[in-house]
Antibody, heavy 116, light 109 residues
Framework: EVQLVQSGAEVKKPGESLKISCKGS????????IGWVRQMPGKGLEWMGI????????RYSPSFQGQVTISADKSISTAYLQWSSLKASDTAMYYC?????????WGQGTLVTVSS | QAVVTQEPSLTVSPGGTVTLTCGSS?????????PYWFQQKPGQAPRTLIY???NKHSWTPARFSGSLLGGKAALTLSGAQPEDEAEYYC?????????FGGGTKLTVL
């Protein structure tokens, strides 16, 4: 069974750094793209970027280029999304999603709250 | 970046049929955009209903189907149930970039 398990909710202050994770299981982690999706409170889904863990090929949406870093550690089947300096506007739910072939599988989401 | 458009809201009667559409600012949607459809209920993570235009996951109810229609991707719900009330998002791929539509709020009433 394909599963993506994300790290727990985070509460941070503006300016702090953060790295959240997404651990894949039940499939060959290095053979599928994993994407990150933002959902701000009461808003729609926004695609942030994607990584191919097999060779770490990474692509970003223009809206998120330079704002976040996506990485992966294939030795532990885990993808990451990180910020070097959080802003209040980064408050959102973040989802990881494994892309096709064979469909798209979602993590349960990680709520990030940035507040002073 | 391309813009993906969906109807902001639709209403369907219980047992009725409704079609949600997903258009692209770059022109006709084709199978090469690998259209996806997702369902999201309040407080829940999205779940994938349709991938690659018309393929279903094992959990996708048979009443949902995906297709290309009039230059757009389409999600058709035949025999709507109260539990189908949700937000529906489409997603299109563009040569390595991926864009979500704004979502359609479907009301079953």
């Amino acid at each position: 069974e394909v599963q993506l398990v994300q790290s727990g909710a985070e509460v941070k202050k503006p300016g702090e750094s953060l790295k959240i994770s997404c651990k894949g299981s039940g499939y060959s982690f290095t053979s599928y793209w994993i994407g990150w999706v933002r959902q701000m409170p009461g808003k729609g889904l926004e695609w942030m970027g994607i990584i191919y863990p097999g060779d770490s090929d990474t692509r970003y949406s223009p809206s998120f280029q330079g704002q976040v870093t996506i990485s992966a550690d294939k030795s532990i089947s885990t993808a990451y999304l990180q910020w070097s300096s959080l802003k209040a506007s980064d408050t959102a739910m973040y989802y990881c999603v494994r892309h096709s072939p064979g469909g798209a599988y979602w993590g349960q989401g990680t709520l990030v709250t940035v507040s002073s | 970046q391309a813009v993906v458009t969906q109807e902001p809201s639709l209403t369907v009667s219980p047992g009725g049929t409704v079609t949600l559409t997903c258009g692209s600012s770059t022109g006709a949607v084709t199978s090469g955009h690998y259209p996806y459809w997702f369902q999201q209920k309040p407080g829940q993570a999205p779940r994938t209903l349709i991938y690659d235009t018309s393929n279903k996951h094992s959990w996708t109810p048979a009443r949902f189907s995906g297709s290309l229609l009039g230059g757009k991707a389409a999600l058709t719900l035949s025999g709507a149930q109260p539990e189908d009330e949700a937000e529906y998002y489409c997603l299109l791929s563009y040569s390595g970039a991926v864009v979500f539509g704004g979502g359609t709020k479907l009301t079953v009433l």
